[in-house]
């Protein structure tokens, strides 16, 4: 079964500054896709950014960031120039390629430091 | 436009209540999801639709817990009865057909069983 690990279970950053997020996961499959998402106080869960394993490139969304390092199964989320906002949970997710199913991570409490 | 509508937002009844959580996926997503965060287990899947239909149920945790989607436009999630470590946020998301869309959630139902 797939699992996805974020051994991170608090962080904290600077405003202004970086902070990169860790996450690795376990699959045998060779098509799959991986997802960030954030969860703000609000509760909601907002989708960060994607990424297609067959893709070489990182994904980008403005600030945010992706280190894909599918050899080494790590799929990690850099966030610059923090900004108060940003403070949320942080899931990583997995979905293998032909199904639908998410396998979430346990989260990271990210808190932005004024 | 609207996203995936759930409603209550917050629900408090006694066990052995029946409970019943609603959902409205986003218009045009096929697919749809119900998914449960607790603090023990993080987000975990219970069920998910596709065209109305049930797919994988795998994840429902007994008898007591039903879903069903009479209609493309809505879909429930019920509990009966009811009992205190069913308290939990209960997740709605829908998404379009296939593994690479992302999934989009509503705000969840914040459930307490006293």
């Known amino acids: 079964a797939q699992t996805v690990t974020q051994s991170q279970p608090e962080m904290s950053v600077q405003e202004a500054e970086t902070v990169t997020l860790s996450c690795t996961y376990d699959t045998s499959e060779s098509d799959y896709y991986l997802f960030w998402y954030k969860q703000p106080p609000s509760r909601q869960m907002i989708l960060v950014i994607r990424q297609e394993a067959y893709k070489q490139q990182n994904a980008t969304e403005n600030r945010f960031s992706v280190n894909f390092q599918k050899a080494a199964k790590s799929f990690s989320l850099k966030i610059s120039d923090s900004q108060l906002g940003d403070a949320a949970m942080y899931f990583c997710a997995y979905r293998r390629g032909g199904a639908q199913k998410l396998v979430f991570g346990q989260g990271t409490r990210l808190t932005i430091n004024p | 436009d609207a996203g995936v509508i759930q409603s209550p937002r917050h629900e408090v009844t006694e066990m052995g209540q029946e409970v019943t959580l609603r959902c409205k996926p986003i218009s045009g997503h096929n697919s749809l999801f119900w998914y449960r965060q607790t603090m023990m287990r993080g987000l975990e899947l219970l069920i998910y639709f596709n065209n109305n239909v049930p797919i994988d149920d795998s994840g429902m945790p007994e008898d007591r817990f039903s879903a069903k989607m009479p209609n493309a436009s809505f879909s429930t999630l019920k509990i009966q009865p009811s009992e205190p470590r069913d308290s939990a946020v209960y997740f709605c998301?829908?998404?379009?057909?296939?593994?690479?869309?992302?999934?989009?959630f509503g705000d969840g139902t914040r459930l307490s069983i006293l």
């Open positions: 998301a829908s998404s379009f057909p296939g593994s690479n869309q992302p999934q989009h």
